[in-house]
């Protein structure tokens, strides 16, 4: 059989979106592009390989088949590509790092000190959502990842480096912005703006409300914590985000944090691999630094 590793991977992509277009859009292909490297490897099988059911593309059997094969030959690839790594030392390697949207805020801080005592490291830094992080560490095509939840269904090693605090922001004009000691169940009354399903800061956030038997009202949903920020001060509601994410509007006095009993919602960073794997001497160097210094370096201002 001539089966390419490129087939291969366009044949996973469909396989976990259920889709052809899903599947060009993340591989940044056209759909016909993404049909015809199917069909090729299907004639190269013998078998089809995906059918329809409603609006969705689902393996057939071989099918199945093909993506276990097809999974572990990837992994295989990206063992090879850590044994090759560290071969390679400290001063020529090369880091693969994913964080949660969130982290973005403090990532480029920490990747610039690292930098500039490992220049000869090349660095990659996806920023992406909970579920594309989880995947990363299951298929082991990333070395290190800087999340709010570890996972618990993938087999990781998980450390916590740094605190992540959570407050309720709000207009600097709002009503409740001169309070003291606010009644967590007073936000009932309010509406917040929410990130997006998926997002760690969402969980704690509907955590924090459920444990505490309070409902809160849903206003608008927005998958960024700069759009969030943009409707609170636009008066589109409250919401609860991550310290990080607000230094600049806190020095501006364009967002404030209310006195909410229970908050700051005291929350962790985690350092996240996947358990045994071989880190590379890079991937080493950076989990060291995040451990000793990360802290130092991004913690967020203080505050409650
Ligand atoms: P997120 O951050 O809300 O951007 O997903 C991760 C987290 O807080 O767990």
Do not use: C
């Amino acid at each position: 059989m001539h089966i390419s590793l490129r087939q291969l991977r366009v044949f996973e992509a469909v396989a976990q979106n259920h889709s052809y277009t899903r599947a060009a859009e993340e591989l940044h292909l056209s759909q016909p592009a993404v049909s015809m490297q199917v069909k090729q490897l299907e004639d190269e099988v013998g078998l089809p390989l995906f059918e329809r059911l409603g609006k969705k593309v689902v393996p057939t059997e071989a099918g199945r088949e093909l993506y276990h094969y097809s999974r572990a030959i990837n992994r295989s690839l990206a063992e090879l590509e850590d044994v090759m790594e560290s071969l390679k030392g400290i001063n020529r390697g090369s880091l693969r790092l994913a964080v949660a949207s969130t982290v973005n805020y403090f990532a480029p801080r920490l990747l610039a000190v690292f930098q500039q005592r490992h220049p000869g490291i090349g660095l990659r830094l996806d920023v992406t959502n909970r579920e594309m992080l989880v995947q990363m560490l299951d298929s082991n095509s990333v070395d290190l990842v800087l999340m709010g939840v570890p996972p618990k269904n993938v087999d990781v090693e998980a450390e916590a480096f740094m605190d992540n605090p959570l407050v309720v922001v709000a207009p600097p004009d709002h009503p409740l912005a001169n309070e003291r000691n606010i009644l967590t169940k007073r936000l009932s009354d309010e509406v917040f703006v929410m990130r997006e399903e998926g997002s760690g800061t969402r969980k704690a956030m509907e955590r924090f409300f459920a444990e505490r038997g309070v409902e809160i009202r849903h206003g608008m949903q927005m998958t960024r914590n700069e759009a969030v920020k943009q409707a609170v001060r636009s008066g589109l509601g409250l919401s609860v985000v991550s310290l990080h994410t607000i230094e600049l509007e806190l020095e501006t006095r364009r967002l404030v944090i209310l006195d909410v009993e229970g908050f700051p919602d005291r929350r962790q960073w985690y350092l996240v691999y996947r358990r045994g794997k071989r880190l590379s001497p890079a991937a080493s160097a950076f989990r060291d630094f995040v451990r000793a210094e990360a802290a130092r370096i991004a913690a967020p201002i203080a505050v409650g």
